[in-house]
């Protein structure tokens, strides 16, 4: 098969090592499409789309950019007029996989264009900062970093190879497809945690005899934003939002936050889904040593060496029924649904265990029932999150609104 592989990068800085890199790709039977992102120097050669385009795609006037007084302005002209390029590119049809170099400049700029591409198309990033938390650059989406070890600064004995391996590695996945699944089921979206898992492995059971396929999503923040984006991107049919404690971290400045918008992306998106308040005892952060004072006194948990998880307090609980209703409330009567397990929201959370905290649950469910929509349906269980019957009940719902829709 053939295919094309973009490549997009500063021409003026790193050209030769493009030149090196684009050549190895259409010795792999490949074609490749340059896009120019540099403003300074001229190109070591000629590209398919130039950095005027680029800089005009966001509005930006290159001569005034190339001036080097404007570094930050200019940054922020090419990230946004490169993204703009290659969403346009890819809609065209022009290519099937994105691949750039650089340090941590021409990955901000590069990334920032492999973000606008949907999970699935091939993105490959050889850079100077692939080796630390690349979390920024990677966003929701799934962008394969590879280390340059040295800087992208020449072609000697170490960055030859690693070159090498990168539009190899490019090569690869732009030459390689799944298997087209002929009849590809409807795609539910659940967030789970390690203390809801008893209660997300049921309700998958169930969703898949029923003829839909999960996809689970952790809820370490990255999880909340992918499993979002992925709503938004129109992918899901439905969300069984069982796990949402990415609000504690996000109200007690823990490191699982999602963002103040999470679980607002699948009511707003008109997709049809279960709130659950799941996991919102629990804020999360790294060893012991790592909990702020101010929480020292509080009720803390070692989960792992790695994790140490604080019980959240009535306070913080009301924060999180608000933001729970809040999110309900921007969905569409007929398509959002809560259910409340009032025997717990995690497997900590149970009667006598280290958890469980009725008042401060309550004061979570007391703010939801009291900011909640009256046409949005609201059920209490007298039971805890990971038992089967809860499990079973969240499924029912959803199901419901999913065959209203057929």
């Known amino acids: 098969m053939s295919g094309t592989v973009l490549l997009v990068g500063a021409l003026d800085t790193k050209g030769a090592e493009y030149a090196f890199v684009k050549e190895l790709i259409e010795a792999a039977g490949l074609q490749t499409l340059v ?94 900062v692939g080796g630390g938390d690349v979390s920024a650059y990677a966003g929701s989406k799934d962008i394969t970093f590879m280390p340059s070890v040295v800087d992208v600064a020449g072609i000697n004995r170490l960055s030859r190879a690693i070159y090498a391996n990168a539009a190899g590695a490019i090569a690869g996945m732009v030459k390689t497809e799944a298997d087209a699944t002929a009849d590809e089921r409807p795609l539910i979206a659940a967030s789970m945690f390690g203390n809801t898992t008893a209660a997300v492995d049921h309700a998958r059971g169930l969703l898949e005899a029923e003829g839909y396929e999960v996809l689970v999503f952790h809820a370490t923040g990255s ?123 995690s497997m900590l959370d149970s009667e006598g265990d280290r958890f469980w905290d009725p008042g401060a649950d309550q004061a979570c469910y007391d703010t939801l029932k009291g900011d909640l929509r009256a046409d949005i349906p609201l059920i209490e269980m007298d039971a805890n999150i990971n038992d089967p019957e809860f499990a079973e009940k969240a499924v029912a719902l959803l199901l419901e609104m999913l065959q209203e829709e057929s």
């Open 35 to 128: 896009v120019d992102f540099g403003v300074m120097g001229q190109p070591a050669f000629e590209p398919e789309v130039d950095r005027t385009e680029v800089a005009a795609a966001a509005g930006g006037d290159l001569a005034y950019l190339a001036s080097g007084t404007h570094k930050d302005e200019a940054m922020r002209t090419m990230a946004q007029g490169l993204a703009t390029v290659v969403e346009r590119l890819y809609g065209e049809g022009r290519f099937d996989g994105i691949l750039g170099m650089g340090g941590s400049g021409g990955t901000s700029i590069a990334t920032a264009a492999m973000r606008t591409l949907q999970v699935g198309v091939p993105k490959v990033m050889v850079s100077t």
């Open 223 to 345: 999880g909340g934003r992918t499993m979002e984006d992925l709503i938004r991107d129109g992918y899901i049919a439905g969300c069984l939002d069982m796990t949402t404690t990415e609000l504690a971290d996000e109200i007690c400045d823990g490191v699982f936050s999602a963002g103040p918008d999470r679980v607002q992306a699948a009511p707003r998106q008109g997709v049809p889904t279960v709130i659950v308040p799941g996991c919102v005892d629990m804020a999360n952060f790294g060893g012991i040593e790592t909990v702020p004072d101010h929480y020292r006194e509080r009720n803390l948990y070692q989960w792992n060496p790695e994790v140490t998880l604080l019980r959240t307090n009535e306070e913080e609980n009301r924060q999180m029924g608000a933001m729970l209703a809040a999110a309900a409330n921007a969905g569409q009567t007929g398509k959002v649904s809560v259910l409340i397990p009032l025997g717990g929201v």
